[in-house]
């Protein structure tokens, strides 16, 4: 699983400065823009380049050079024709993945279709975990229920192979739930006592923070 290491960020709110900053502290590039000279100000010192851009502009995107990043985010608030065309325009450029803020579910439905790999409602998901799970690499994904609650998709870890549900005890040993297998593209949902983890399995586990912490040492 190849971790991504460089990001472009465009539209510095609260959610898109504070993924650029924790994304900066776990070692990426990143590239953030915005169209208002304060808030790039505010963000530069924290990031590796910060420029006054405007992410509606696909020229101005190229001669930025995003082709070469290896992961858009697009944080731009409430301008719905605004994230639809940063959207459009990285995934032109030719980004692999593109991650973009919404702010509601009909929001995010236009963006999918618009071949968003990923759609978060930061109210729903906090910028900090976002970093996290896209710059660690066996994470696949992360869905936060709560402040310190969420469910994570992650590869079996080596040590399950070959064993059962009930040998590996995770609920007692880990303080996680397994809800889900996934195997070969098939889903076991709430798989039973006898499962036994193969090679490429992922699992699909519910916990507290440090819970699943605690896993991705395994």
């Known amino acids: 699983e190849e971790i991504m290491k460089s990001y472009v960020v465009v539209g510095l709110g609260r959610f898109g400065s504070e993924v650029a900053r924790q994304l900066r502290l776990q070692g990426c590039e990143v590239l953030a823009m915005d169209m208002s000279s304060e808030l790039v100000q505010q963000v530069s010192p924290d990031?590796?380049?910060?420029?006054?851009?405007?992410?509606?502009d696909k020229e101005v995107l190229k001669a930025l050079g995003v082709r070469n990043f290896d992961c858009g985010i697009v944080a731009i608030g409430d301008d719905l024709a605004a994230s639809v065309l940063a959207t459009m325009n990285l995934k032109e450029l030719g980004l692999s993945y593109v991650v973009c803020k919404a702010h509601d579910d009909t929001h995010r439905k236009v963006l999918e279709k618009l071949g968003a790999d990923r759609?978060?409602?930061?109210?729903?998901?906090?910028?900090?975990?976002?970093?996290k799970s896209l710059s660690s690499p066996n994470v696949l994904d992360y869905i936060e229920l709560s402040e310190d609650y969420g469910i994570v998709e992650v590869p079996a870890?080596?040590?399950?192979?070959?064993?059962?549900?009930?040998?590996?005890?995770?609920?007692a040993k880990l303080?996680?739930?397994?809800?889900?297998?996934?195997?070969?593209?098939?889903?076991?949902?709430?798989?039973?006592?006898?499962?036994?983890?193969?090679?490429?399995?992922?699992?699909?586990?519910?916990?507290?923070?440090?819970?699943?912490?605690?896993?991705?040492?395994?």
């Open 119 to 131: 759609v978060v409602i930061p109210e729903q998901e906090n910028a900090f975990r976002l970093a």
């Open 157 to 171: 870890p080596k040590s399950w192979q070959e064993k059962s549900l009930k040998d590996l005890n995770v609920r």
């Open 175 to 218: 303080g996680v739930n397994i809800l889900a297998v996934r195997r070969n593209g098939k889903i076991n949902v709430s798989p039973s006592a006898n499962f036994v983890f193969r090679t490429g399995d992922v699992a699909v586990v519910l916990g507290d923070t440090v819970a699943l912490e605690g896993l991705q040492k395994l």
């Open 47 to 56: 990031v590796t380049h910060a420029v006054v851009a405007d992410g509606r």
